[in-house]
C-alpha cells in the first residue's frame, strides 16, 4: 500500500472526488493560483481551472456563505478556512445557517457541503492562529464534525464527507500535514460516524483525535515500556460521537483518560468522560482524568507554548497517576 | 435602442396588458388581506412567537418578485409572508406555517419568520439580518457553474445594507459576474432606528457604487415603476451577469412587529405614507384606464378574502406536529 503524508492523502481524496463528480467544486482563500497555505489543495488549480477551484477575498462569511447557498442549488462544495480560528468570523453562516437550514425549513432542502480547517498550535502563531475550537461545532445538532488523526482515514473520511448530505466541520491540523502513513489506493470510504480502537492495551484507555491521536499513540509506545498496557481509541467521529469502542474499552481497563489539543473546560473531553460516567460508571476504578491545553489564550514565546499544549510527557504522568504507579 | 426609449416601450406595453395589470392588483391585495388576517390571528393567539407583517409594502414586493421566472430563485429575511406568496407559495401552506401545522411550508419547525417552498424556488426566510445575501451568492455561483438562465433575487431590509455580508457579497457578486439582483426594501426603519440614524448614506442605492455595480432607487409605493426597473435589472442579471441593487423606498404602516408599541415614528408620518397606498392608487389608476370597475374591485376583493379564509380553515384543522417527529430532519438519512 502507498505511503502518504496527510497532506497528499486530502489532496487525493479531494482530486478523486473532482473526477467522479461533477458537481464538487473547492473555494477558499489562496487555494488556486498559490496552491494552498498548507498546499492541501496543489495542482487542483492548474488540473481544474478556477471554475471548481475558486479563489475567494479573504471574507469567510462569504465563503461558507457561498458554500451553503450552491450546496442548496444542487453542488457539492468544500470550503477551506485557512485555519479554524478564521470560521468564527463566519460562525453565523455555519451555526445559524448551514445547521439548520435542513429543519428549520422542514427537510425541504439539504446543505451538502464539507468546510476543512486546520487547528491546533505548537508553531509560535500566537493567540488568533493556534487554537481548537471543534467542540464549538460539535455542539450543534445539523452539523457532523470529523477530525482525523491518520492519513488513511484523512482520505477515507473527507471522501465520505463530500458525499454526505449534510454539513460536515472537517478538523485537520496544521501539526499533522506531514504525518505518514499507508493509504488505499482509489475508492477508500470511511464512515463519518464509527470511531475504532487504533491501539490494543489492557491496562487504560486514550481517548484522543486529530494530532492528540499521534501523540497517545507515541505515549503508548513509550508506557509500554515501563510494563503499562494503554488502548488508544480514535475518536475521529465526534458529532455525531460514536461512543460504543470507547465505552467497551473502559468496560476491560477500567480506567480512562481524555486527550485533547484544546482548552478542558466544555470541551470533547468533558463531553466523554459524561457519557463514560452515564455508562459505564460501575466499570470504573477511578475517575476519568481529562488533559488538555492550559487555560490561556496561546502565547507567543516558544517556553511558554511549550507549556500550553499537551505532550506525550502529560500522557504519561497522567497514566501513571491514574493507575497508582509513581 | 436607447435605454430611456426601451423603458417607454416597457411602460407602455405594461399598461396595455391588462391580465398583468390586474394579476398585480390581485396579488397586492392578497397579502393585504392576508397580512390583516395573520395580525387579528396572532391577536387571538393562534399564531405564536415574532411576527413581521408586510402591510405597505405590497407594491415593493409585487413589483419585484412578479419580474422573475418560475425557476428564478428568491432568497428573503424574517418579513416575508408576502415574499412567499409573490412567488407562489400557496396561502394555505403560508398560513398552515405560521399555525406551526405539519402542513406548513416549513412543517411547523419554521414558523414565520423561515418559511420555504423548494417547488417555487422560495429558497427561505432567514431571521438573522443579511445573512441570506451570501447564500444567494451561493446560488448565483450554481447558476453560473451550470450556465443556466437563471437569476436570484435576493430580499433584504435598510438595516441589512450596513452589515459585513452585505458589502462581502455585493463585492463578490460583481467580481464573479453572478446573476443576482439584490433588492432593498427601504422602510425607513430597521427596528425602532431611523435608517439616517443607522447608515452613513440614506441613499441605499448609492452603496452599489463601490462595488461598481449598477444600483437604482425606485418609488417603492408604484408598483408599475417598481416593475419596470426590476424587469430590466433581472433582464440584465440572466443576460448578461451583471448583478445589481435596487433601492425600493416604501413603508410599514404597523410596527416592526406585531408586540412592538411604535412609539418611535410620528402619526402624521404614517398618515401621510398611508395616502400613498400603492393598493389603492392602482386601483384608482385601472378605474381611469377603464380597465377596472368598482363592481370589479369588490369581486376581486371578495375573491381574496375567500382564500384567505380558507387558508386559516386549512390552517386551524390541519394536525400539529407528533412530538415523536422531534428529530426528524436534524440531518440528511438517505445517502446519495
New interface residues.
Given amino acids: 500500500m502507498p505511503v502518504l503524508t496527510i497532506r497528499d492523502a486530502l489532496n487525493q481524496a479531494l482530486r478523486e472526488e473532482m473526477l467522479r463528480d461533477e458537481s464538487v467544486?473547492l473555494l477558499g482563500e489562496d487555494i488556486g493560483l498559490y496552491d494552498g497555505s498548507f498546499k492541501v489543495t496543489r495542482g487542483l488549480y492548474k488540473e481544474f481551472g478556477e471554475?471548481r477551484v475558486?479563489d475567494?477575498?479573504i471574507?469567510e462569511?462569504?465563503i461558507?456563505?457561498?458554500?451553503?447557498?450552491?450546496?442548496?442549488?444542487?453542488?457539492r462544495?468544500v470550503a477551506e478556512m485557512m485555519t479554524i480560528n478564521f470560521i468564527l468570523v463566519a460562525i453565523?453562516?455555519v451555526v445559524?445557517?448551514a445547521a439548520h437550514?435542513?429543519?428549520?425549513?422542514?427537510?425541504?432542502?439539504?446543505v451538502?457541503m464539507v468546510i476543512r480547517a486546520p487547528g491546533g498550535g505548537g508553531h509560535q502563531l500566537g493567540a488568533q492562529h493556534s487554537h481548537s475550537h471543534e467542540n464549538w461545532f460539535a455542539h450543534v445538532?445539523?452539523l457532523?464534525v470529523v477530525a482525523p488523526g491518520t492519513p488513511a482515514d484523512a482520505k477515507g473520511m473527507l471522501k465520505a464527507a463530500i458525499?454526505?448530505?449534510?454539513p460536515v466541520i472537517f478538523i485537520e491540523n496544521e501539526g499533522t500535514y506531514a504525518v505518514k502513513g499507508e493509504v488505499p489506493e482509489g475508492e477508500h470510504l470511511t464512515p463519518l460516524d464509527r470511531n475504532e480502537v487504533k491501539r490494543e492495551g489492557h491496562d487504560l484507555t486514550i481517548c484522543a483525535h486529530s494530532r492528540m491521536l499521534v501523540v497517545a499513540m507515541d505515549a503508548a509506545r513509550e508506557l509500554e515500556q515501563e510494563g503499562i498496557s494503554a488502548e488508544v481509541v480514535d475518536m475521529r467521529a465526534l458529532r455525531p460521537l460514536d461512543m460504543a469502542p470507547a465505552l467497551a474499552s473502559v468496560r476491560k481497563t477500567g480506567h480512562a483518560i481524555t486527550l485533547e489539543e484544546g482548552w478542558r473546560s466544555f470541551g470533547i473531553g468533558s463531553e466523554i468522560a459524561s457519557r463514560i460516567y452515564e455508562e459505564a460508571f460501575d466499570d470504573l476504578d477511578a475517575p476519568v482524568a481529562r488533559i488538555g491545553s492550559a487555560e490561556v489564550p496561546a502565547p507567543y514565546n516558544k517556553r511558554l507554548e511549550k507549556i500550553t499544549f499537551p505532550g506525550k510527557a502529560d500522557v504519561i504522568v497522567t497514566a501513571r497517576a491514574l493507575l497508582g504507579r509513581n | 435602442m436607447k435605454l430611456d426609449q426601451r423603458e417607454t416601450v416597457r411602460r407602455k406595453n405594461l399598461l396595455a396588458d391588462r391580465e398583468t395589470l390586474l394579476g398585480l392588483y390581485r396579488e397586492m391585495l392578497l397579502i393585504r388581506r392576508f397580512e390583516e388576517k395573520t395580525a387579528q390571528m396572532y391577536q387571538m393567539a393562534r399564531i405564536g412567537g415574532f411576527c413581521h407583517l408586510n402591510i405597505g409594502e405590497e407594491a415593493a414586493i409585487v413589483g419585484t418578485i412578479s419580474s422573475l421566472r418560475p425557476e428564478d430563485?428568491v432568497?428573503s429575511n424574517y418579513r416575508e409572508h408576502g415574499h412567499a406568496l409573490a412567488k407562489g407559495v400557496d396561502p394555505k401552506a403560508v398560513m398552515a406555517e405560521l399555525y406551526g401545522k405539519e402542513t406548513?411550508?416549513?412543517?411547523?419547525?419554521?414558523g414565520s419568520m423561515?418559511l420555504?417552498?423548494?417547488e417555487h424556488r422560495f429558497?427561505?426566510g432567514?431571521a438573522?439580518v443579511g445573512?441570506a445575501?451570501?447564500?444567494?451568492?451561493?446560488?448565483?455561483?450554481?447558476?453560473r457553474?451550470?450556465e443556466k438562465p437563471e437569476v436570484v433575487m435576493s430580499i433584504f431590509g435598510d438595516g441589512a445594507t450596513n452589515i459585513?455580508?452585505f458589502h462581502?457579497?455585493l463585492?463578490?457578486a460583481k467580481?464573479w459576474k453572478l446573476p443576482i439582483v439584490f433588492v432593498c426594501i427601504n422602510n425607513l426603519y430597521g427596528m425602532g432606528t431611523a435608517v439616517n440614524r443607522a447608515s452613513a448614506v440614506t441613499e441605499i442605492w448609492k452603496k452599489a457604487c463601490a462595488y461598481d455595480m449598477t444600483g437604482e432607487r425606485v418609488d417603492g409605493m408604484d408598483v408599475l415603476k417598481v416593475r419596470e426597473v426590476a424587469e430590466r435589472l433581472v433582464e440584465q442579471a440572466r443576460t448578461e451577469h451583471e448583478p445589481s441593487l435596487l433601492e425600493c423606498v416604501t413603508y410599514r404602516y404597523k410596527g416592526h412587529s406585531m408586540s412592538d408599541p411604535d412609539t418611535y415614528r410620528q402619526k402624521d408620518e404614517i398618515k401621510e405614507w398611508q395616502g400613498r397606498d400603492a393598493i389603492l392608487a392602482l386601483g384608482n389608476r385601472l378605474k381611469a384606464l377603464k380597465m377596472l370597475t368598482d363592481a370589479d374591485i369588490e369581486r376581486i376583493d371578495q375573491e381574496v378574502t375567500a382564500q384567505v379564509e380558507e387558508a386559516v380553515t386549512f390552517a386551524e384543522e390541519s394536525p400539529e406536529p407528533d412530538p415523536k417527529d422531534l428529530y426528524?430532519?436534524?440531518?440528511?438519512e438517505?445517502?446519495?
Fill in positions: 467544486f471554475r475558486l475567494t477575498p471574507a462569511e462569504v461558507v456563505g457561498t458554500a451553503i447557498g450552491a450546496a442548496m442549488a444542487g453542488l462544495p453565523d453562516q445559524n445557517a437550514i435542513h429543519y428549520m425549513f422542514g427537510g425541504g432542502i439539504a451538502p445538532p445539523g457532523k458525499r454526505d448530505d449534510n | 430563485y432568497y406548513g411550508t416549513s412543517k411547523g419547525r419554521g423561515h420555504f417552498s423548494a429558497h427561505g432567514y438573522i445573512e445575501l451570501p447564500i444567494a451568492v451561493g446560488t448565483g455561483y450554481a447558476i457553474y451550470r459585513g455580508a462581502e457579497s463585492n463578490v467580481l426528524r430532519n436534524v440531518y440528511v438517505e445517502r446519495r
